[in-house]
């Protein structure tokens, strides 16, 4: 598209924060330019982009805002939809927008969909009319080993038997494949960030030599991302969540060890919002990772499963629209003048059920009435935020305490700010006389972590994760530069000037 002269900007869509970076700087490298240049990215909280960026990569959630305030995609050529199986609901909406507006007012704008593991059937009709085009690149070939149900993979606790923890089996496949001289790389996918914790403390108690042991997942810092897949000399372990799962090449990965399992959001009727849980991955999705390994060389894969779960897995995975709450999809469709959800645009229409649910919870917020959006579902639309919580912060302004609000609000969308292994205590030590509150326990911790200039060892001593303490310090800064937008007293705002507040 791009060699063909275009006079708009090509946006390529993605799932993940740390792929649009890597891959943007990736094709910089390619075309011989600077990173923000001709190639550029934005992504929450960075972005690398000027005047003169023509090829951009944004995750969806940003696509999704700039079609709010863009909704024409004036000055776009063309939106490219990459890694699109695992048909997020922000990409499946943007899609859906960017059809309609090729069937109106923008009947020249070029749109992609794209993925290595894409289930063409329904797609191809609902793209309608669109060609078709397949892209085999380079490829070596990758073993696959199943591995067999051990003794050592169930253990007697009392009168149960439990599963063996997955990274005690991971070392195990790690102590036999370390010893080939030719196993190259090795990337570990586990199911999440206190699973990549646990892995990485027992490989480093297995003492090996001359081996780098890396983690990799989309909240680490940019420059300990970037020290997991540049280029090495030594042999390196690379520990990573699914964000390796597609996308980026990691150089030298020649093995992959796979546990089969990732974090997937799911509706959680206790706390009424999406929750992640730990789920067996599709065939699909094993089929990306074990491809990991086949990019530079022959390579193996090790799935610590059998293959008779294998065969019994999904073909793919299920789409978002179909397993998460959908309450503020419905929001945004509501306050943009859809009726009902069914007029819109489905690839895959979602449950009666779940839209009952949608439309209940916003009539307890008092965003609409009879189905109908009023002013406050308009002000709750307006908010970067679950319908949920951007009630919270509607009544935060209109009580006068919104840096509590904007506190809790980040809370709520980040992880526990206290130590996995040490939740109990950590909180604990936050805790003064009789206030048993979470937030003032919480917002104390958080101080404190900020005194410490989020270094690990000193926040980890007192039971506070540094990391968690620092995404909480930039949820707050981006949340409030939204708000500011809205002209929500942003003298109430000044977190340095004035600290956390309690009313």
Not at 68 to 84: K, M, S, T
Not at 426 to 445: I, K, L, N, T, W
């Amino acid at each position: 598209i791009l060699e063909g002269g275009v006079e708009g900007m090509i946006v390529v869509v993605q799932p993940r924060r740390l792929a649009a970076r890597m891959l943007a700087k990736r094709v910089a490298q390619l075309r011989g330019t600077a990173l923000g240049g001709e190639v550029g990215y934005v992504v929450r909280y960075d972005h690398k982009m000027t005047k003169q960026t023509k090829i951009v990569y944004i995750t969806d959630g940003v696509l999704q805002r700039w079609l709010q305030e863009n909704p024409l995609l004036d000055g776009i050529e063309a939106v490219i939809f990459d890694e699109f199986h695992e048909r997020r609901i922000a990409m499946d909406v943007a899609l859906a927008d960017c059809l309609n507006l090729q069937d109106s007012e923008r009947q020249n704008l070029k749109v992609v969909v794209m993925s290595a593991t894409l289930e063409v059937v329904g797609l191809e009709e609902y793209l309608s009319p669109c060609r078709r085009i397949e892209a085999g690149g380079r490829a070596f070939p990758v073993e696959i080993e199943y591995q067999k149900l051990a003794k050592q993979s169930v253990r007697r606790v009392g009168r149960q038997d439990q599963e063996e923890p997955i990274w005690d089996k991971t070392i195990r496949a790690l102590k036999e494949v370390v010893s080939d001289p030719d196993c190259g790389n090795i990337l570990v996918f586990m199911p999440g960030v206190y699973e990549i914790r646990r892995a990485m403390s027992a490989i480093e108690n297995l003492s090996l030599k001359n081996w780098e042991v890396c983690p990799l997942y989309g909240s680490l810092k940019p420059e300990m991302q970037d020290r997991a897949v540049r280029e090495s000399s030594g042999r390196r372990i690379i520990v990573s969540t699914n964000v390796a799962e597609t996308s980026l090449t990691i150089p030298g990965v020649r093995t992959v060890i796979d546990t089969g399992l990732a974090r997937i959001a799911k509706f959680g009727s206790v706390r009424g919002m999406d929750t992640l849980f730990v789920r067996k991955i599709a065939r699909s999705a094993a089929d990306q990772r074990s491809g990991r390994a086949g990019r530079v060389a022959p390579g193996k894969c090790i799935r610590l499963w059998s293959e008779t779960d294998h065969g019994r897995r999904n073909a793919f995975e299920q789409p978002e629209v179909l397993r998460v709450d959908l309450t503020d999809v419905v929001l945004q469709l509501k306050s943009r003048g859809f009726d009902t959800i069914e007029d819109f645009r489905w690839l895959n229409k979602p449950s009666q059920e779940s839209s009952n649910h949608a439309l209940g919870l916003l009539e307890t917020l008092g965003a609409i009435n009879e189905d109908e959006i009023n002013e406050v579902g308009r002000q709750l639309a307006a908010l970067p935020l679950h319908p949920r919580i951007a009630k919270l912060m509607l009544s935060a302004h209109e009580h006068g305490c919104l840096a509590e609000g904007i506190f809790a609000a980040s809370l709520i969308e980040g992880e526990s700010l206290f130590l996995k292994s040490s939740d109990s205590a950590g909180r604990g030590a936050f805790v003064y006389g009789d206030d048993s509150s979470d937030f003032c326990a919480d917002s104390r911790g958080y101080i404190s972590a900020k005194a410490m200039n989020f270094q690990p060892n000193r926040c980890s001593a007192i039971g506070v994760s540094a990391r968690a303490a620092r995404e909480l310090e930039r949820g707050m800064d981006s949340l409030t530069k939204s708000l500011k937008r809205l002209d929500w007293h942003a003298s109430e705002m000044d977190f340095e000037k004035n600290g956390i507040k309690f009313s």
